[in-house]
C-alpha cells in the first residue's frame, strides 16, 4: 500500500464496488417501500376490476382500433410492421399476465392512434372518424380511473430510483470527501476500514437475504411467484404488488367471505392466521408474565431470604439445567393428557412455567441489590410482600423485562411442544408455528401464501426486536458471559 | 436478615411455593415418570390408557435398532460440522466488528436479529430457497447454467450428501449473530497493550492472531461448543421443516434417513404411537447426555488446574 498508483487504484475500485452495492441494495428498499405503500392502495375488487380492464383496453385498443383503422383507410407499409409488433406483444403479454407491460402498449397504441388521426386527417365530422376518435378518447379516460396498484407503482418509479440515485451519490459525495481529507500515510488505514465495511454489507445480506425475499414473495400476485425481472435479476421486488395473499391467509378475500355467508361454520371460520396469531400471542404473553412473576418470587428466597438448605436447592435446580429438553416429551405429554388438557390453550405454555434459567438470572441479579435498603423498608413497617413489591421488583425492572421478553419468544417458537399438544380440528389450539406446519402441508407450491404466513411470526418479533434490541442481545448472551 | 426465624422460613417457602409446585411437578416427576414408562409398551387403541407392561423389551430394541444408532452418526456429524463453521463464522464477523466503525451497533443488531426469529419459519424459507425447480436457487442456476443442472433437478436438500450440509448452512448463518456477540465482547476485554507489546516482539499478524487473541477467547469457544453439542442433541425443528429427515439412504438393508438426527428420530417414534419406546431413546439419550457433560466438567478442571 504504500506504492500510490496502487493505492488509487484499489480505492477506484472499492469505490465502484461500494456504488454498486449501494445503488443496488437502497433500490431495492426504497422500490419495497413504495411497492408496500402502492399495494394498500387498492381494494381486492378494485385490483381484480383494474387488472381486467388493463387487458380489455390492450386487447380493444390493438386488436379493434388499430386494425380497423388499418383495413378503413389504408396504410403505410411503416404502419403495418407496427400493427404485426403490437399484436405479438400483446400475445406475450397476455400469457405472462404482465400488467404493466399491458398498461404500456395500450398507451403507446394510444399515441399511435393518435398520430395515425393527424396523419390521416380524421375529423369528428367524417362519419366513420368520429367513432374512431371517440373510441380513443374513451379508453385514454378509461386508463386514468384506473386503481391499479401495479401501475401507479410503475408511475412511482422514477421516485423511488431517483431517491436510490441521490442516495448513492451523496455516499459517494461523503467517501470521497472523507478520503480528501484523509492524510496521505493514513489512507491505507482507509482502505481497510471500506473493506471492512464492504464485507459487513455482503454479509449483512446474505443473512438478512430470506426474510427480504420472504417479504417480497408475500406481496407477489398468486402464480406470479416465480417470475424473474428479466432485465435484472437482482430486483426481486415485485412489480405488480397485491394484498391477496394476507387477504387469503386472514380469509378475508371474497371468495371466502362468501364461502362463510353460505357455510356458517364456527370452528371452519375461525381456521385463519389472525386466530393462530391471536393464539400465539396470548399463550405467550401469559407464559411470560407467569414465569417473570414466579422466578422474581423465587429468586428473591434464594437471594435473599433465609430458608433451610437454600443453597443445596438452588444447586439441584441448577443441575436440573443440564437434562435435554427432548426428555421431558413423553412423560409431559402424558400428564397433560391425563390431566384433560390435551388441545388447549394451558397445555401449550404449563409445563414450561417453571422457568430455572429465569431464577438463575434474576437471581444474579438481585445478588447486587444491597440488604440495607430491604432493611430500611422494613424498620418503616412494609410487609414481606411490600418490601418484594415495592423494593424489589422496581430495583430489577431491567431484568425482569429481559426475561419477559426470551420467555415470551421462547414460547412463540417452541414448535415441538405446541404441534404434540395441538388439537388439529379445534383452530383455537393452533399456534404460529403450527398453523405454518399445517399450512405448508397443504399449499405446497403457493410460495406467496407460505411467505405471508410466514410474516406473521417473523414480523412482530423484527419490530419488537428493533425497540427492545438491547435486553434481547443482553439477556440471550448474559449466561453465557457470566460463566 | 441475620436471625433466622420460622416467620421468615415460611414466608420463604410461600413465596418459593408457585415455582416450587411447578418445578416438581412438571420437571421433578417426569424423570421418574418417564423411566416408568420406557417400560411399557405401544398402546392397543387410541387411548393413553391400555398399555402393556413389557418390561426390558423397549431396551433390548434399542440396542438391535440400527435407524436409532444411524441417527446418532447423523447427530454426530451435525455436531463435528456445525460446531467449528459456526465458531468460525462468527469469530470472523466479531473480527470485522472489533474496529471503530460508524454504524456499529446497526450491524450487531442486523446480525442478530435471524437469531431470535421463529426456527420453524426460518426452515420453511430456507426450504424453499434450496427447493428445485420453484426456488430461489434453482432459479438462478437456471438461467445461469440451463435448465439441467444439480439445484434444479435435485435440489440441495434432495441428495443424502448435500442435504446435511445444506441445513446446516442456513443454521449456521441463522446463529452466527448469537456467536459474533459473545466473541465481540471477549474481544474488546482484550487490552489493547498485548498485541503493542507483541508488536514490539515482532510478531506477525497470524501470530498475533493464534498466540493471543485464540487463547484468550477460549473460554467462549468452549461454551460454544458446549451449547453447540446440546443444541444438536436437541435439533429438531429445522430438520423437521426443511427435509422430514429424508432423504433416505440405503445401508445394508436398512433404510435410513441422511438427516434424520436422534431428536428427529424420537420425535418419529413418539408421533407413530410408540410411546414407551420414545421414553426409552429419551432415556439413552439423557445419559449420552450426562456422560457428554461430565467429560467436558473433567476436561475444563483439568484446563483449569493446568493454568494455575
Redesign the interface.
Known sequence: MKNPVIRVISFILLLAIMTVMTFTISGQLFKFGAMVFTSFTASEAEEKEANQKIVSYADFMVNNILNSSASAFGTSKEYEIKLASFTNELNSYKKTGDIVSLYKLTERSITAANSFISEKQLSVENPTGKVFIENVSKVRLGLKDLKSPAILLDKMGPLYRGLALAFTIACILFVLKKYTDTKIHDRAQFLKKMVIYECLTIGVCVVLFPFFWMLCTAFKPSGQELVINASNPFDIVPTSPTLNNFRRVLKIDDKAKDMMKEVNDPIENKKHFGTYFMNSLLVSTTAAFLVTLFASMGAYVFSKKNLPYKDKIFKVLLMSMMIPGMMFMVPQFFMICKMGLFGTKWAMFLPHLASVFGIFMLKQFMDTIPDSLLEAAQIDGASEWQVFRIVIIPLSFPIILTLFLLTFLSNWSNFLWQLIVTDFENPLSVTLPVGLALFRGQYTSELGLIMSASCFSIVPIAVLFLFAQRYFIEGMTAGAVKE | ?AI?TTK??T???L??S???I??L???????F??FY?SFLGAPTDFS?ANMKFVGLANYLRIIKDCQFWSSLVVTAFYALISIPSGIIVSLA?AM??D?K?FGKSF????????????????G???A??YAPK?G?LA??TS?LLGENNFFNTTGLLGSPYTALLAVIFAMT?KG???GM??FL?ALQNIPADVYEAADIDGASEWEKFYLITVPLLR??IF?MVI?GI?GS??A??EI??MTAGGPQVVIGGEAIGSTSVA?YY??KQ?DAGN?GY??AI??I??II??GI?YIQQKLAAKKAGAKK
Open positions: 436478615m433466622r421468615d422460613t414466608v420463604s417457602w413465596f418459593l408457585p415455582f416450587m411447578l418445578f411437578v412438571f420437571l421433578v416427576f417426569p424423570i415418570y418417564s414408562l393413553l464477523l470485522l466488528l474496529n466503525l450491524f450487531r443488531s442486523a446480525f442478530f436479529l435471524p437469531n431470535i426469529l421463529d426456527m420453524l419459519v426460518v420453511v424459507i430456507w424453499l430457497i420453484y430461489v432459479q438462478i438461467t448463518l452466527a449473530g448469537f456477540v459473545l465482547a473460554p467462549i461454551f451449547t446440546i442433541l436437541n429438531f425443528t423437521y421443516a431428536g424420537l420425535y413418539f410411546y420414545a421414553a429419551s432415556y439419550m439423557l447426555t450426562l457433560t
